[in-house]
Each structure stands twice: as C-alpha cells, then as structure tokens.
C-alpha cells in the first residue's frame, strides 16, 4: 500500500508539472495584454511605449517566457504563488479566502449526491419495475440533461423573485449570519447536486441489479435471510465500486462546475476568482486557481483508489 501511494503521488507531481507548463503557457499565448487592464482609457491615450514598457518590467512580463516560468516554479517551491498583475496582492491569500467557500458547496452538494443517490438506487433495484422505480429513474434522466445555469436561473426567478423567499445572490459566513448563509446556499448547492444525485441513483441502481441476480444472492434467499440484511449486508457493498468511482469523478466535476455556480449565484469562491481572472488576463490568479483545483482533483482520484481495496478484499496494491 505505501509504495502504491507513493507511486500515485509522484504520478501526480508529474501530471500537475505538465499542467503548470500548459496553463503557463497557453495563458501567454491568448491575444490581448494584462498591461493594458491596468491602464483607464485616459492612461492608454497619455502613457508613452516606455511607461508601458516600465509596467512590464516592473511585473516580470519582459522577459523570456521560459525565464517567467522558472522563476513562477521557484516561487511555488518556496511557498510563494506571486501577486496579481491587476490587484497587486498575493494569489496565495485570496485563494486562502476563497477556497473554503467553494469547498463548502462542492462537499454539500457531493454529500447530497451520495445521501439522497444511493438510498434511490438501492430502493428502484429491489422495486424494480414499480411505478417508484419508474417515477425515480424518470427524474435521474431528467436530472442529468438539465443544465446548472438554467436551473440556477429558474431557482432565482421562482424562489427570489416571484415567492420572495430566498436571497438572490450572494454569500455570507457562518459564523456573522448562520441562517442567511443557509438560505444563500440551498439554490446553489441544489443545483451542484442535481446531477451527482441523479447519476449516483443511476449507477446504485444498475450494480445493485447486476449483483441480485449472482448465485450467492439467491443462496442468501433461499436460506431465509431478512430482505434488509441480504440488501445492506451482501449486495450493497459489492456493488459500491463502480459507484465510489462515478461519485470521485462526480466530486472533480463539481470542483469544475463551481465556476458556472459561483458566476451565477454570484459567490466568491474559485470558480468566480478564475473567471475573473481569465477575463483580466490576471496570469497569476489564473495560474494559482488551476494548480490547485488540480492538486484537490489528484487527491479525490488517490482516495477513490484507496477506497477499492475496503470494498473488493480482492484488490491488491502491488
């Protein structure tokens, strides 16, 4: 188990290198200047080329592209993620205090998908054919194809702006208003889990099928065990390893979908600082959000693998 760990982990280092080269570079290789997002329409009339040149020397923009990439790479190593070309403050801070709110949504919603998911699967495979098997698996499908920034916008016009229930956007902490944090995350986090809850009834609902029709199920049958035990005990984690991997990748896919949520709901989470950043060309803010959305998305895929060899005894890390 240890050397399996630690090979993913050098995995990972490899994959976020390559992804630092790409998002460094292809950053640098969109048309327009961060320089220039710096400067009023009246500055951009005033400024002569050497104010402008001066202003890119003064954010390391004049030099060679695989100098700047080094010297990103030698600050990451010691701590320092650099400072934003736009707001001039250091990515790592603004990250710090983003980062927990996009984690909050992300794991509500995932939590979500795997509460409500899984009981719906389990409850249409043992019922199958029933008009709830059809009713559920109705609403899975649909749940799947609706797009989050339609449903976010839906949620707002009916709940916000017709029936007055809830704010429309916005965010607040905990700790300095409990209660209008609930209501400003109950539309978001809604709209987060629609698909991990739908496709997670998928999937439980397909392996918990395939699993019931196994001879050892029909043993347990036919030797008098109580429906409960045959279900939770023997047929629900056997079937759990294809779900574990669909919920992993449903978690990274929250992660992402983050972006649409936060812009939508107007959140300010990650997803909203990268695509701030990205429309400021802010190299660095762009560059510190994909790193580390990157380094959580190594992380959920190592525990996910970790995770097989609870459920499967059969697996081993060799």
């Not at 944090?181 to 809850?197: A, D, E, N, R, T």
Request: aromatic share 8%.
């Amino acid at each position: 188990m240890k050397i399996y760990i630690i090979r993913r982990i050098l995995m990972a280092i490899v994959v976020l290198f390559l992804v630092s080269i790409i998002i460094f570079f292809a950053m640098r290789l969109l048309p327009g200047d961060p320089i220039l997002m710096l400067m009023s329409r009246s500055d951009q009339a005033t400024f002569t080329q050497a104010d402008i040149d001066a202003l890119r020397h003064e954010h390391g923009l004049d030099k060679p592209m695989i100098i700047q990439y080094i010297d990103w790479v030698n600050g990451l190593l010691h701590g320092d993620m650099g400072n934003s070309i736009v707001k001039a403050t250091p990515v790592a801070d603004e990250i710090k205090r983003r980062l927990p709110i996009t984690l909050q949504l992300g794991l509500l919603a995932f939590v979500l998908g795997i509460v409500i998911g899984i009981p719906a699967g389990i409850i249409c495979s043992i019922r199958r054919g029933t008009p709830i098997d059809t009713l559920v698996t109705t609403l899975s499908n649909i749940g799947i194809t609706v797009p989050s920034f339609w449903l976010g916008l839906m949620l707002v016009y009916i709940f916000s702006l017709d029936l007055k229930w809830l704010p429309t956007q916005g965010y607040t902490p905990p700790f300095d208003n409990f209660g209008l944090f609930v209501k400003q995350l109950i539309m978001p986090v809604i709209c987060l889990s629609l698909f991990p809850i739908a496709s997670t009834t998928r999937q439980t609902r397909s392996s918990m099928l395939e699993i019931l029709r196994q001879d050892y199920i029909r043993t347990a049958w036919a030797k008098g065990l109580k429906e409960n035990i045959i279900i939770l005990r023997h047929a629900l984690k056997n079937s759990l390893i294809p779900v574990v991997t669909l919920s992993g990748v449903g978690l990274s896919a929250i992660i992402g979908g983050t972006v649409i949520i936060e812009t939508v709901f107007n959140i300010p989470g990650m997803g909203r600082l990268a695509v701030t950043a990205i429309l400021n060309q802010d190299y660095p803010y762009v560059q510190g959000v994909i790193l580390v959305t990157g380094t959580l998305i190594m992380l959920i895929n190592l525990l996910v693998d970790i995770t097989y060899g609870w459920f499967d005894p059969r697996i081993r890390y060799n």
